[in-house]
């Protein structure tokens, strides 16, 4: 049997390395850049074992589920942890930044998630990466979810360890991500005794084995088709400009939330402030007394291929999440989001307006 998938000629490390260099003018970095064979969370737990340690006090920046998942990992690691918890309806601010440095001036670590999409906001990641440098802390972003959908600059905004994955925005697959890493970095893994060595979540490996080495030799065989995937969404992003894949973005979560608002039915936007909004997912709370997942189960039986989810653990009952990011980062998806959740809120005898949410969404995306 045969299939343009099988029977590939084996990646070279000529090209791995020509994905990476694609993947850092992406990212605007001059760092080394780690592409790993794995889903985002490889790199985004390799690069906290990496750096953290018995003696690192960690400032751990809550404003979604995988600030606390970073928290529990550098507990694990000895750091002492300062967890920083934002109500998940907005985003943190460089003051409340600013405010812990100053209650706990040995703070050298300091994690963040730029964009959750599973509660919808975005954290103004330059404000804080000022905060941040002037304290000289080492400073980790997950960026899974905001490449592609908005600007992630790890150079300009003073990240260490910036992880990004493909699934989302960039619209690729889950099978691959990457880490830029600066010197500081590199340094504090050399460093730290309990970093992860001869092991798949180690980023020193990575390092002595392929970048030390002129990157002449691929330390084990890659994923090979999730690596040509991931060079086939950065071409498409390259073609596009970047400039345009985030303005698609911008303009779907603009047009979802004009959207939403105008459907009425107890229907509104859960992250309070637009600018406070992620443009790679909508997330809606649903009126009391009704449940998110009930609403989102109507919605698809009229067409399981919408991007809709409903929120995640006890968010399941009041959030629903619209994911307009990647092939779904289009005026059509917005619109039969919104008339599916329309419907649904109908049958539950809720009074919904969806000719005119439709026409809120239009404009919205122009």
């Excluded at 694990?76 to 109500?87: E, K, M, Q, S, Y």
């Excluded at 959908?149 to 619209?171: F, H, S, T, Y």
């Excluded at 001869?198 to 002449?216: F, Q, T, V």
């Excluded at 039969?336 to 969806?354: H, Q, S, T």
Aim: aromatic fraction near 6%; charged fraction near 20%; glycine fraction near 12%.
């Amino acid at each position: 049997m045969t299939h343009p998938f099988l029977d590939l000629a084996p990646l070279s490390a000529a090209r791995f390395a020509a994905i990476e260099d694609r993947v850092a003018r992406l990212l605007g970095t001059a760092q080394d850049v780690v592409i790993m064979q794995g889903e985002a969370l490889l790199p985004l737990e390799g690069a906290i074992r990496g750096t953290a340690g018995p003696g690192t006090t960690a400032l751990n920046v809550i404003t979604g589920p995988y600030g606390q998942t970073f928290g529990n990992w550098l507990r694990d690691c000895g750091a002492t942890v300062i967890d920083l918890t934002v109500p998940f309806h907005t985003a943190v601010t460089a003051d409340r930044i600013r405010d812990a440095f100053a209650e706990h001036p040995g703070i050298d670590f300091v994690s963040l998630v730029h964009a959750e999409a599973a509660t919808g906001n975005t954290n103004p990641v330059a404000e804080i990466g000022e905060v941040v440098r002037a304290h000289g802390a080492l400073f980790y972003l997950d960026a899974v979810a905001s490449i592609g959908a908005e600007p992630v600059l790890p150079d300009a905004w003073g990240v260490d360890l910036c992880v990004i994955g493909a699934q989302k925005a960039m619209g690729g697959p889950a099978g691959v991500s990457a880490v830029s890493v600066s010197e500081r970095a590199w340094a504090r893994m050399a460093g730290n005794p309990r970093a992860p060595r001869r092991s798949y979540l180690s980023l020193l490996d990575w390092k002595e084995r392929w970048i030390d080495g002129g990157r002449a030799a691929l330390p084990h065989a890659p994923a090979q088709l999730e690596m040509l995937a991931l060079e086939a969404c950065v071409e498409r992003i390259e073609g596009d400009g970047p400039e345009t894949v985030m303005a698609r973005h911008r303009a779907a979560a603009l047009s979802t939330r004009a959207g939403a608002v105008a459907l009425g039915g107890g229907l509104e936007p859960y992250v309070y402030d637009a600018r406070e909004a992620a443009p790679v997912a909508t997330t809606l709370r649903v009126p009391t007394g009704v449940t998110a997942s009930e609403v989102v189960a109507r919605a698809l039986a009229s067409d399981p291929a919408l991007p809709l989810a409903a929120g995640g653990g006890a968010l399941a009952k009041e959030m629903i999440r619209v994911n307009h990011y990647g092939a779904d980062a289009t005026v059509g998806a917005v619109r039969g989001c919104v008339a599916a959740l329309g419907g649904a809120l109908a049958d539950k005898g809720l009074g919904v307006d969806v000719e005119g949410a439709l026409g809120a969404v239009d404009a919205g995306w122009r």
